[in-house]
């Protein structure tokens, strides 16, 4: 069987398709850990942790922070069910930055009605939102 050149790439959330393109490869951040996915990538199925998923288009890498969700993986194809997903310029630095302190501020609390879990996972999403709106396109010197 021959390989395929390329991956078609869907990453959608509830409200949106965030991206629809053809890929040379992508990273995904699952449960498990970060993963690399290349065409003719052997099929799984994972489910996604919160985490900056990035691919790859030639020499350009674009970045996505994600959120829970799953990752179906077909040596082709990839496709990406997020309940949240933001590319790294749609990403508002301030509204972040505010998201972050605020969840900085519950945790610290640790009061008895805050969920502490909750203010957990609400402060790591908005560090990996700012982490990833600082890498807007990277593009490797010498390219690939």
């Given at each position: 069987?021959?390989?395929?050149?390329?991956?078609?790439?869907?990453?959608?959330?509830?409200?949106?398709?965030?991206?629809?393109?053809?890929?040379?490869?992508?990273?995904?951040?699952?449960?498990?850990?970060?993963?690399?996915?290349?065409?003719g990538?052997?099929?799984?199925?994972?489910?996604?942790?919160?985490?900056?998923?990035?691919?790859?288009?030639?020499?350009?890498?674009?970045?996505?922070?994600?959120?829970?969700?799953?990752?179906?993986?077909?040596?082709?194809?990839?496709?990406?069910?997020?309940?949240?997903?933001?590319?790294?310029?749609?990403?508002?630095?301030k509204?972040?930055?505010?998201?972050?302190?605020?969840?900085?501020?519950?945790?610290?609390?640790?009061?008895?009605?805050?969920?502490?879990?909750?203010?957990?996972?609400?402060?790591?999403?908005?560090?990996?939102?700012?982490?990833?709106?600082?890498?807007?396109?990277?593009?490797p010197?010498?390219?690939?």
């Amino acid at each position: 069987m021959e390989l395929p050149s390329s991956l078609r790439f869907e990453l959608v959330t509830p409200e949106r398709a965030v991206v629809r393109e053809a890929v040379d490869e992508l990273q995904i951040p699952g449960e498990e850990g970060y993963f690399g996915v290349l065409p003719g990538h052997t099929p799984l199925l994972a489910s996604l942790h919160v985490g900056e998923l990035w691919f790859r288009q030639g020499s350009e890498r674009y970045y996505i922070s994600v959120a829970f969700g799953f990752a179906e993986v077909l040596p082709d194809r990839v496709t990406v069910l997020a309940q949240i997903a933001e590319r790294a310029e749609e990403i508002d630095v301030k509204r972040a930055e505010a998201a972050v302190k605020r969840a900085r501020e519950r945790v610290d609390q640790r009061a008895a009605n805050i969920d502490f879990e909750r203010a957990r996972i609400a402060l790591l999403k908005s560090l990996m939102r700012l982490q990833v709106a600082s890498k807007i396109r990277v593009r490797p010197p010498g390219g690939l």
